[in-house]
């Protein structure tokens, strides 16, 4: 079975409180992309779990994809069963499209058909949420108001234009904005319909931009060409247009020392797309 694993941009960001295990209560616009890693899954009878090619800098026992596998051991049809996995990354580690989240995801909707599991989209999301506070998204498969940490999930229908992703070479640490005492945690709530037609800024912007030089210097380039914005708590940063053409052009201007990928919003992920094809066609 080969899936997608698709990159979330968050439309917007706002930061409404902090939670007593200090975690932080957001409100943010997630959309979809076709911006993807590709997953293949082949089941072994070995009940072992293999992940190729490795990854350097991230040991196969901290890889989210081995931890989603693991999490869904206890559920499977037949005990012997295992998986052996191939990873072809295109996502950037750590720049705030959710890959490791994506692949998190990814995996529990293949191995809940493959080891014939029977868990709903929503037990799903409720154990990828262990995992990260982006899995649900992906796990539920469209693009999303969410509220909570990210696991309060209300589908939307949004435009679907291009965009052009900026990756500078940094990396931002999650947890170093989250736990910045200049961080702005008190954005007033705002109704999902406030939230579709006016939007809202990212407010871990600010932040990102202080402890990264490097962030603010692709956001002030990016800015001349329109409303550029941060995804999640960065590195990446992104642009949106009204046709493919004109995201292609400031690609291929963009200064060398950052990455720049062109791609397009979608509302069903890729991944639920692929697998519902891969569904049909293994029936009886
Ligand atoms: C900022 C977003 O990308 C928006 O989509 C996500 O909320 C971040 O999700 P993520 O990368 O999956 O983050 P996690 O791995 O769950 O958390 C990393 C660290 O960020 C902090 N964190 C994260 C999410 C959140 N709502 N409040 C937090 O305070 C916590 O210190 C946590 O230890
Ligand atoms: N399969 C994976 N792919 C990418 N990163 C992974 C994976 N498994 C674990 N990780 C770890 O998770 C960290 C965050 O990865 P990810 O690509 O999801 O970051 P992100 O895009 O900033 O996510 P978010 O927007 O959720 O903060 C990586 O730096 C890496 O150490």
Not at 8 to 37: A, P, V
Not at 256 to 261: C, F, I, S, T
């Amino acid at each position: 079975m080969k899936l997608p694993s698709p990159a979330k941009l968050n439309l917007f960001l706002h930061i409404t409180g902090q939670r007593s295990d200090g975690y932080h209560d957001l409100q943010t616009l997630f959309q979809l992309t076709d911006f993807c890693d590709t997953l293949t899954f082949d089941i072994n009878e070995q009940d072992s779990v293999s992940i190729s090619p490795d990854i350097l800098t991230l040991p196969t026992s901290d890889n989210l994809i081995f931890k989603a596998a693991e999490l869904l051991k206890p559920y499977r049809k037949y005990a012997y069963h295992g998986v052996d996995i191939v990873l072809e990354k295109q996502l950037p580690m750590g720049g705030g499209i959710g890959g490791g989240s994506s692949n998190a995801a990814t995996t529990l909707l293949a191995l809940n058909t493959l080891w014939q599991c029977g868990l709903s989209l929503q037990t799903l999301a409720n154990l990828g949420l262990q995992l990260g506070a982006d899995v649900p998204v992906f796990v539920m498969g469209t693009s999303a108001f969410a509220q909570g940490v990210g696991e309060q999930l209300q589908p939307v229908e949004l435009e679907t234009p291009y965009f052009l992703i900026i990756k500078p070479d940094c990396h931002v640490s999650t947890g170093q904005i989250f736990t910045d005492k200049h961080l702005t945690r008190d954005t007033p709530p705002i109704k999902i319909s406030h939230a579709l037609t006016l939007g809202g800024r990212n407010d871990c912007l600010n932040v990102v931009i202080k402890h990264n030089p490097e962030v603010n210097d692709a956001y002030l380039w990016l800015k001349n060409h329109g409303d550029a914005k941060l995804t999640g708590t960065g590195a990446c940063l992104f642009l949106s247009f009204n046709n493919q053409q004109d995201a292609e052009r400031l690609r291929a201007s963009t200064p060398e020392k950052w990455q720049a990928w062109v791609c397009q919003g979608c509302n069903l992920s890729p991944t639920h797309t692929a697998l519902n094809q891969w569904i049909e066609k293994n029936k009886a």
